[in-house]
DNA sequence: CCTTATGTGATACGATCGTATCATAAAACC
DNA sequence: GGTTTTATGATACGATCGTATCACATAAGG
């Protein structure tokens, strides 16, 4: 046989080839022969490590959706406070480079397809937010715990309001209408907005 | 000649068969022979009335947003309060009926492929949401003139973060991850945060 | 060393696409 | 009433698509 190779290694560039194109062009460019031009192979190779276009379609998103998660992860703060932590997570989920830009692109050009396709949906909604609003609302309730936060908030809706003000700034930055300073300030007026003024950043 | 016929009738005819092959489909299933047969006519019509794809495409974005316009203007409180009047506003851009959710998921189609598309980001980022934060910010400072408001806000920002969860929880609502309850409720939450407690509704 | 499993190229098939061309029925115009 | 214009159908062309098939080179296994 020829030199073994490496599976997943190959199937990784054929997907990043993949993500460039859907994230450039859009995912309805996304064709078998697109993909295997841009990742430099031949259309043979994609059709043997992927089968099918919509196996490659959802495989490609599972790789990306594993890669992503290694990015955030790896750019969680060590000692930070909570409130710098929130923040980071807030920000984490806008287009304010050209990686995120590219995820959040990838994202939602899956996501658009997802909403009538039952197969697709799944693992795009899957992946996205488990429980993001729950693990927001219990970092605000330690943050309560600790004085640090206002009277009278409801923490789950907090926690909700905070990560909706973020995905809906997510097109607006992409387009160019909002500013990544302008979003970023509009998060951190909100942050300040739940803690008390006094409490340390 | 046949019978003179009311041309912007029909166009508008293939234009709303090209909305349900959008919404329920998605943009890629938009063909000139898929919009014809939906519509009912000959593929050729479809040619005769809108020469080419991408001016089908353009066009009945413009025709989308024409109908868009009337139909939220004709939903504007009459002798409503500023906080209702804001309450309807924000509320009318999330997907709660099928109409406004066929309208949604219609620019979310055109939106997507707007970002890597110059030519149609025009089209949908003029019509979209020409200076609604503006808007908000100025009903928001008349409340405030009236004492409606707590004190310590940035109006500006507060619009701005009005509109932002809004449109944050429209992809939520739409795929049923969010009831549409709950994004109501988390709509009025953040008005009664905004407004006094004390002030009517 | 020889067989066998593995990786890759070339190519072909049928479907659908956007668009162009040709034909023609029928109402409007003089 | 003949002629011109308008609306519509039928169909054809070339491109691209997803997928299948066949061939073949090469390295691993005995």
Known sequence: MPKRVDHSLRRLQIAE????IAASRGLEEVSMRQVAAEAGVSTRLVQ???????RLLVEALALRNEYDRKRIESRLPEG????EAIRVLLLGLLPLDDESRQSTLIHLAYGIRAVNDRLLAEHVTNHAKPGLEDIVADMLRGA?????LRDGLDLDREAATLLALSSGM?????MGIRTADDAIALVDYNLRRVWRSESAT
């Open 80 to 83: 930070a406070s909570l409130k």
């Open 17 to 20: 080839a993949l993500w460039r």
């Open 170 to 174: 997510t097109y607006d930055v992409l």
């Open 144 to 148: 309560q715990a600790g004085a640090q």
């Open 48 to 54: 043997y490590y992927f089968e099918t276009r919509d």
